[in-house]
């Protein structure tokens, strides 16, 4: 039963978990938000009692930062692994379920299977066989959950700046296929392509 975090204590509830003995994995997903490009979702397994330093919400740092915490966070973890959903499967499944799914396969891409998986959200993944609990604004109150959405975006603003090269129009490399004022206009001007995302919103 977990008692009432410590909002300081940002392995509060990873520390549940292995004092039962369990190896304990978070989940974050990183372009929920994107009209283009795939959702990506990472997960990571943390040794024990184990804080890397500089670790937080992918969302308040910079993207130097995030790379260099991307290469502490792999050098350390015990494992670790990338899941994703692409434009396809998102307008086929809704996004919310996309990203559900991306982070169950990341998940079980894991080659050291965690007793405990702390996901980022509030809503437990459809067909995890693992316990899991959901925790509302989990990367910023979960050391494990926060190392995994450093994973999270890091890979997926790569994966959208090697998109740019191919469709350079768009400025993937700067705005990761967010729905900003210059990538509205883009897609104005020049159309959609097999990136994005059908079912969203793509003109205004």
Same mark, same amino acid.
């Given at each position: 039963?977990?008692?009432? $975090? *410590?909002?300081?204590?940002? +392995?509060?509830?990873? @520390?549940? %978990?292995?004092?039962? &003995?369990?190896?304990?994995?978070?989940?974050?997903?990183?372009?929920?938000?994107?009209?283009? &490009?795939?959702? !990506?979702?990472?997960?990571?397994?943390? $040794?024990? /009692?184990?804080?890397?330093?500089?670790?937080? *919400?992918?969302?308040?740092?910079?993207?130097?930062?995030?790379?260099?915490?991307?290469?502490?966070?792999?050098?350390?973890? +015990?494992?670790?692994?990338?899941?994703?959903? /692409?434009?396809?499967?998102? *307008?086929?499944? /809704?996004? +919310?379920?996309?990203?559900?799914?991306?982070? @169950?396969?990341?998940?079980?891409?894991? *080659?050291?299977?965690?007793?405990?998986?702390?996901?980022?959200?509030?809503?437990?993944? $459809?067909?995890?066989?693992?316990?899991?609990? $959901?925790?509302?604004? &989990?990367?910023?109150?979960?050391?494990?959950?926060?190392?995994?959405?450093?994973?999270?975006? =890091?890979?997926?603003?790569?994966?959208? /700046?090697?998109?740019?090269?191919? %469709?350079?129009?768009?400025?993937?490399?700067?705005?990761? &296929?967010?729905? =900003?004022?210059?990538?509205?206009?883009?897609? @104005?001007?020049?159309? !959609? =392509?097999?990136?994005? @995302?059908?079912?969203?919103? +793509? %003109?205004?």
């Amino acid at each position: 039963m977990f008692q009432d $975090p *410590d909002d300081k204590d940002d +392995l509060f509830f990873e @520390r549940e %978990y292995w004092n039962a &003995g369990h190896l304990v994995a978070g989940v974050d997903e990183a372009g929920r938000g994107c009209l283009a &490009g795939p959702v !990506v979702a990472a997960a990571v397994v943390l $040794p024990e /009692n184990v804080r890397i330093e500089g670790v937080t *919400d992918s969302k308040v740092l910079s993207a130097l930062k995030r790379q260099k915490l991307a290469k502490q966070i792999k050098a350390t973890a +015990l494992s670790w692994s990338i899941g994703s959903c /692409n434009p396809k499967e998102i *307008d086929q499944l /809704n996004i +919310l379920w996309a990203s559900m799914e991306a982070m @169950r396969r990341a998940i079980e891409a894991l *080659d050291m299977g965690p007793g405990f998986v702390l996901i980022d959200g509030n809503t437990s993944i $459809p067909g995890l066989s693992i316990p899991s609990k $959901p925790i509302i604004k &989990g990367d910023s109150k979960s050391h494990t959950i926060a190392a995994a959405s450093i994973l999270a975006k =890091t890979h997926r603003d790569d994966l959208m /700046n090697s998109y740019h090269q191919t %469709y350079p129009t768009y400025s993937w490399n700067t705005n990761a &296929g967010y729905p =900003t004022a210059a990538h509205y206009e883009a897609i @104005r001007l020049h159309g !959609v =392509t097999d990136l994005h @995302r059908s079912s969203f919103k +793509l %003109y205004r």
